[in-house]
């Protein structure tokens, strides 16, 4: 190992723009975010100054275009800064991610208008969005959620439970789908509404196994107004909305997962580096070796899966399958990765004296985010075998 420690990730950037872009990242990440990420995990501390931050530095709205006061950036130098973020601490990585799942509604399927209107803010206003599809009984599921809509001249009302929002409660703004018609997938609309609309109240967060500092609550709709114009894409085409968030979305949960993989493995090279058994470094056993090179080649494959989809997103091609595939990989990456770690540190790895622990109890909620691992096979089996058979 160099003797200054794990290096940074080389990275495959098409620009000098986006290359110091990263350095700018690193740096913010440095300074702001990973000298306080342990202790406000602990707490349960919801970091909204460091959104601000991001937000003024442009980088809650990379993707997104620049005459909406977006980054212009492709999703291939986005999804590397989404792990740079994930790598310091997941809940300010995930965040993120989730912000631009928040805001792809309106990008992709609003008017002219109402991009023009809300986007600005919405990606350099120092707002912070959240996404609302999952119910209490309609996780998976999505197509039967129970959220309705009613339509009354120019406004609607959403009465309903929306479960496990991310930033539920301390969001600005919320991309919600509503069921509008018929049951299935074709009854659905999707909706921007602001936080403070009358009638929206979110339920204390949930108590979770990890990414404390994230709150996930569920939002209850009692009557809430919501003006025509807020509508985004037309009547009933909220699942396809849906559907183009998410394989953006999962994207993101790929990139974040290689973060915090790459996080545990840089901490047990650290570790074994420095810690000695037997007169000799831990790095110098075979066993532990292997296991070292096992960590990186799997962190190596996932970061090119990922980026592989992001290419094709960029060109304009399909991209869906490989982004369940990219999302599977990847975060069962993570959770093999962290676990090893925490093997490699011995008792100290259980402890929480060093992060590895975290990362492990942070990289199994990113198996259950944005769809299941067992929901990604799905999507890549049909289109691999076509869907399934109803008989």
């Known amino acids: 190992m160099p003797k200054d420690g794990p290096q940074p990730v080389e990275r495959e950037l098409p620009t000098d723009e986006a290359r110091d872009l990263l350095g700018l990242v690193r ?15 602990a707490a349960g ?17 990379l993707p997104y275009p620049e005459e909406y006061g977006g980054g212009g950036q492709p999703y291939q130098v986005y999804l590397q ?7 310091a601490r997941l809940t300010v990585g995930l965040g993120t991610s989730v912000h631009s799942l928040a805001c792809h509604g309106l990008a992709h399927f609003g008017s002219k208008e109402q991009r023009t209107e809300w986007l600005p803010d919405m990606l350099g206003g120092g707002l912070l969005g959240a996404y609302c599809l999952s119910e209490p009984s ?13 339509r009354d001249g120019d406004m609607w009302t959403l009465n309903g439970t929306k479960a496990w929002t991310t930033h539920g409660g301390v969001a600005d703004f919320y991309t919600v789908l509503a069921r509008t018609g018929e049951e299935g997938p074709c009854g659905i609309t999707a909706f921007l509404v602001p936080a403070d609309t009358e009638g929206l109240s979110a339920a204390p967060p949930e108590h979770k196994m990890g990414l404390n500092g994230s709150p996930t609550a569920q939002l209850h709709f009692d009557g809430v107004g919501v003006p025509d114009s807020r509508r985004l894409g037309d009547e009933g085409q909220g699942f396809t909305v849906a559907l183009s968030s998410l394989d953006s979305g999962r994207l993101g949960i790929a990139a974040c997962a290689i973060g915090v ?18 007169g000799r470094p831990l790095a110098d056993f075979q066993g532990l070796r292997f296991m070292l090179a096992d960590m990186a080649t799997q962190i190596e494959a996932g970061r090119a899966l990922y980026l592989a989809a992001a290419r094709r997103r960029d060109a304009g091609q399909p991209f869906a399958q490989q982004a369940a595939m990219a999302k599977l990989f990847c975060t069962d990456t993570a959770m093999r990765v962290t676990t090893d770690a925490v093997q490699l540190l011995g008792g100290y790895g259980y402890t929480t004296d060093f992060p590895v622990e975290r990362y492990m109890r942070e990289a199994k909620v990113l198996q259950i985010v944005e769809g299941t691992n067992q929901i990604q096979r799905m999507v890549v089996a049909r289109h691999l075998a076509g869907p399934e058979s109803k008989g």
């Open 138 to 150: 309609s996780g998976s599921d999505a197509a039967s959620m129970r959220t309705r809509a009613v």
């Open 261 to 278: 993989a790459q996080a545990a493995l840089d901490e047990a090279l650290a570790y074994t580096a420095e810690r000695e058994q037997f």
């Open 81 to 87: 800064v989404l792990e740079e973020l994930a790598a």
């Open 45 to 61: 501390v919801f970091p909204r100054e460091t959104f601000r931050l991001l937000s003024e530095a442009g980088l809650l709205g």
């Open 27 to 41: 740096d913010l990440v440095q300074r702001e975010i990973k000298p306080v990420a342990a202790e406000q995990e």
